[in-house]
């Protein structure tokens, strides 16, 4: 079975603060997607990052940056310099791969991290 | 491409009623799924489909049914609506193969009275 575990329920921080999401996951496959999902008061789901778990390599896009650890099971996400606008729920979500290397075309979602950013 | 089409937006039953929530994409996308997204639970698959004329169970299946009989549209059943079922319903779709980034529709709120 797998898990996401984001321990963080509610985060509140300032405007220009960094913030840092955290994100556990459990999974039994020895490969597998780590993804992180963005959803603004709009509702909708917007993907930001999909990582391999061969790919241990942190990424960096804009403000954005995640960072992979395989030894402690997490992928965390970092916000530089928070926006009003960066104000959102936001899911880590793992999916497993198959022998053969296709997906299983389902993910496992964690409770989400509830961002609030004041100016 | 409107990607990823959910209707309605909104819905209320009354318990014991059943529907069906629409969705459809037009990505050619081998991968459909339903999720259902509740306060503090994050979003939990309901049903899932790697194909047409394939379904499978998620981790909530019970009082939902699905099909696939194109690859274009898979739609959720339920059954006889339960106040339990007041969710908002998220539907998704992927590629095949190795690359499969969700592509989510904009939801459909239920609620159940």
């Known amino acids: 079975a797998q898990k996401v575990t984001q321990a963080q329920t509610e985060i509140s921080v300032v405007e220009k603060e960094d913030v840092t999401l955290d994100c556990v996951y459990e999974?039994?496959?020895?490969?597998?997607?780590l993804f992180w999902y963005k959803q603004p008061p709009s509702g909708e789901l917007v993907f930001l990052i999909r990582?391999?778990?061969?790919?241990?390599q942190n990424e960096i896009s804009g403000r954005y940056s995640w960072n992979f650890q395989k030894s402690t099971s997490s992928f965390n996400f970092t916000i530089t310099a928070s926006q009003v606008v960066d104000s959102a729920v936001y899911f880590c979500?793992?999916?497993?791969?198959?022998?053969?290397?296709?997906?299983?075309?389902?993910?496992?979602f964690g409770q989400g991290t509830i961002l609030t950013v004041h100016p | 491409n409107a990607g990823v089409t959910q209707t309605p937006k909104f819905q209320v039953l009354k318990t014991g009623q059943s529907m069906t929530l629409q969705c459809a994409q037009d990505m050619n996308h081998e991968y459909m799924s339903w999720y259902r997204q509740d306060p503090g639970m994050g979003l939990r698959l309901i049903h899932y489909s790697v194909g047409a004329g394939i379904t499978d169970q998620g981790e909530v299946p019970n009082g939902y049914n699905v099909s696939r009989s194109t690859t274009e549209d898979f739609p959720l059943r339920l059954l006889s609506a339960a106040p339990s079922q007041t969710s908002v319903y998220f539907c998704a779709s992927s590629r095949g193969g190795t690359y499969n980034e969700q592509f989510f529709g904009p939801g459909t709120r239920l609620t159940v009275l």
């Open positions: 999974t039994r496959d020895t490969t597998y997607y």
């Open positions: 979500a793992l999916s497993g791969i198959r022998s053969g290397g296709t997906s299983y075309g389902k993910l496992t």
């Open positions: 990582r391999n778990s061969f790919d241990e």
